[in-house]
């Protein structure tokens, strides 16, 4: 009987992409290539896209395809770094004297309760008052 051939190991410069693509010496000049083929996928995205007639007898599988073909571009999206760096927009608003990281307008629950309970204080007040002085008959 033969020996079975076992397959050869896996070199150590064999390169594999997991999700995201993991940072190394060769990174840039992969997310060069495949923003290369994204680009490309975007160019037949479009003009299937622009082809696409509502009396077309093909365009289920023109659809299919501009499907399959925007998914191949969303899952590259998500591999690649993106380009343009996160901005965080800090608004500071400014009233009573004093800096607040929210305006005047947005309230919390709390304060709304608070609101509440001073209205229903309010009217106790209100209703006790009048049971000592009674009716006001004019």
């Known amino acids: 009987m033969p020996a079975t051939e076992t397959p050869p190991a896996e070199s150590a410069t064999a390169k594999t992409y997991p999700y995201p693509l993991e940072n190394d010496d060769d990174a840039a000049n992969d ?3 495949f923003r290369k ?7 037949h995205a479009q003009q299937l896209a622009v082809n696409v007639k509502p009396d077309d007898p ?4 023109r659809s ?9 571009i969303h899952q590259l999206d998500a ?18 004297g004093m800096v607040h990281n929210k305006p005047p307008c947005a309230r919390t629950e709390e304060d709304l309760m608070a609101q509440l309970e001073i209205v229903r204080k309010r009217k106790e007040r209100e209703a006790r008052s009048e049971t000592k002085r009674g009716p006001i008959n004019m």
């Open 37 to 43: 083929v994204q680009e490309i996928l975007i160019g």
């Open 58 to 61: 093909d365009i289920n599988r």
């Open 64 to 72: 299919l395809a501009l499907s399959h073909i925007l998914d191949r």
């Open 31 to 33: 997310y060069d290539d």
């Open 79 to 96: 591999m690649l770094p993106s380009l343009i760096p996160e901005q965080v927009m800090c608004w500071e608003f400014v009233y009573d």
